[in-house]
């Protein structure tokens, strides 16, 4: 099966902006190429002859999606693209690459992530620790614990006792946060995405942790299929899609529910807090390069 590779030309300021947008549509292995990454490294002391010719000028940022998607997708890019200043040419290629290939690629990369109380193991390896282990297969689909957006969410998650707590996942990717919180000792996770193809793979991931009898995947527009309120809602979505959402997710909430917000660039910050501000109260902020995540508390 072949996919489309869809690189973006920027600058080494805007890369990891550039990424996360490429991550919200693509599947996951968003790679940036960086030559200045050849010479900074000090713990680099041989590079193979030839090799400056896969970086250009610019960075460049790629990602992979279906064939079918590529519209979609490109679209979306577009849009989103158009917000950043001084960001170089934001020049956008796309090629047509071996799905095979590319897939197995990713597999040989992919490694164990390590947080203060779990291991994301990848599902075709093991790890020996004494932690708790969640084990991963993000398919071709999306959120593999590595951005900074969901590293946030987790280190936030595992500061609270979520014992007993019900929890809502809304735009579960491939289901770690909500997964995650199980793990950590919520009773029941309810994990809702519109993209079909993370929720099968979120689907799988609840089968291979053993945690069906406590987990509910849908497919769908978010909180739009969701009935009841929560102890715990996850969002890690992009600031525009959280200032849609806020009414709804105002409607899954009880007094005292705890929101995690996260997928927040520094510069939309106060219009997330503006939209929130009403309904809920400021715990924490986070912050990871050009990313804020929050936790909130329901009025």
């Given at each position: 099966?072949?996919f489309?590779?869809?690189?973006v030309?920027?600058n080494?300021l805007?890369?990891?902006?550039v990424?996360?947008?490429?991550?919200e549509?693509?599947m996951?292995?968003v790679s940036?190429y960086?030559?200045?990454?050849?010479?900074?490294?000090?713990?680099?002391d041989?590079?193979e002859?030839?090799?400056?010719?896969?970086?250009s000028?610019?960075?460049?940022?790629?990602?992979?999606?279906n064939?079918e998607d590529?519209?979609?997708?490109?679209?979306?890019?577009?849009?989103s693209?158009?917000?950043?200043t001084?960001a170089g040419s934001?020049?956008?290629v796309v090629?047509?690459?071996?799905?095979?290939?590319w897939?197995?690629k990713?597999?040989e990369?992919?490694?164990?992530?390590?947080?203060?109380?779990i291991?994301?193991?990848p599902?075709?390896?093991?790890?020996?620790t004494?932690k708790?282990?969640f084990?991963m297969?993000s398919?071709?689909?999306?959120?593999t614990?590595?951005?900074?957006?969901t590293?946030?969410?987790?280190e936030?998650?595992?500061?609270?006792d979520l014992?007993d707590?019900?929890v809502l996942d809304?735009g579960c990717?491939?289901g770690i946060?909500?997964?995650?919180?199980l793990?950590l000792?919520a009773?029941s996770?309810e994990?809702?995405d519109i993209?079909?193809?993370?929720?099968?793979?979120?689907?799988?991931?609840?089968?291979?942790?053993k945690?069906?009898?406590?987990?509910?995947?849908k497919?769908g527009n978010?909180t739009?299929?969701?009935?009841?309120v929560?102890?715990?809602?996850?969002?890690n979505?992009t600031?525009?899609?959280?200032?849609l959402?806020?009414?709804?997710?105002a409607q899954?909430?009880?007094?005292?529910t705890?929101?995690i917000?996260?997928?927040?660039?520094?510069v939309?910050l106060?219009?997330?807090?503006?939209?929130?501000?009403d309904?809920?109260?400021v715990?924490?902020?986070?912050?990871?390069g050009?990313?804020r995540?929050?936790?909130?508390?329901?009025?």
């Open positions: 099966m072949d489309s590779e869809i690189a030309y920027t080494s805007m890369a990891e902006v990424a996360y947008f490429l991550q549509v693509c996951d292995g940036i960086d030559i200045k990454d050849l010479y900074d490294n000090p713990s680099w041989y590079k002859d030839g090799i400056e010719l896969n970086y000028d610019e960075v460049v940022v790629k990602g992979y999606c064939l590529t519209d979609r997708v490109l679209h979306f890019l577009r849009q693209l158009a917000e950043l001084d934001l020049k956008i090629n047509t690459v071996d799905g095979n290939a897939v197995e990713f597999r990369t992919f490694r164990p992530i390590e947080t203060d109380k291991v994301i193991c599902e075709w390896q093991s790890v020996e004494s708790t282990v084990l297969d398919g071709v689909a999306f959120g614990g590595q951005h900074e957006t590293s946030m969410c987790l936030i998650a595992e500061k609270l014992t707590k019900t809304v990717g491939s946060l909500g997964l995650c919180a793990l000792g009773k996770a994990l809702v993209d079909a193809q993370a929720t099968d793979v979120a689907r799988h991931n609840t089968e291979i942790n945690l069906t009898d406590k987990c509910i995947v497919t978010l739009e299929q969701t009935q009841g929560f102890d715990i809602v996850f969002a979505l600031s525009d899609i959280l200032h959402l806020r009414q709804d997710i899954v909430v009880r007094r005292n705890l929101l917000l996260s997928g927040i660039l520094d939309k106060d219009g997330v807090l503006a939209d929130y501000s309904i809920f109260e715990i924490e902020t986070r912050q990871k050009e990313w995540a929050l936790l909130l508390k329901a009025k």
